[in-house]
Nanobody, 118 residues
Framework: QVSLAESGGGLVQAGGSLRLSCTAS????????MDWYRQAPGKERELVAT???????NYTDSMNGRFIISKDVNKNMVYLQMNSLQPEDTATYYC????????????WGQGTQVTVSS
């Protein structure tokens, strides 16, 4: 089972960009998808972006094209490039791994805080 560690969070002004990184302890091909979730205070955790680990395409976009999730299978890393950040993007961002088989445990990172000031 992989373990995940996020990095790259911080404070940024509205309109700015941040790049989050997620380092997996093992091969990301051992899981079905790698995802980024976020949770703002008082709100439920929501899916931000997802990418299949075995897809030939190494990136997909989300949030109306503002965010791009990408993977580097050689480094067992997943990234979230966030552009045009807004205060409503303020949240703790979590890296997540979905297992191939239902019933197997999902894996979460410890989270990294992103704060966008207006």
């Amino acid at each position: 089972q992989v373990s995940l560690a996020e990095s790259g969070g911080g404070l940024v002004q509205a309109g700015g960009s941040l790049r989050l990184s997620c380092t997996a302890s093992g091969t990301i091909h051992s899981v079905k998808t790698m995802d980024w979730y976020r949770q703002a205070p008082g709100k439920e955790r929501e899916l931000v972006a997802t990418i299949p680990t075995t897809s030939r395409q190494n990136y997909t976009d989300s949030m109306n094209g503002r965010f791009i999730i990408s993977k580097d299978v050689n480094k067992n890393m997943v990234y979230l490039q966030m552009n045009s950040l807004q205060p409503e993007d303020t949240a703790t961002y979590y890296c997540h791994a979905k297992p191939w088989l239902p019933g197997l445990p999902e894996v979460w990172g410890q989270g990294t805080q992103v704060t966008v000031s207006s």
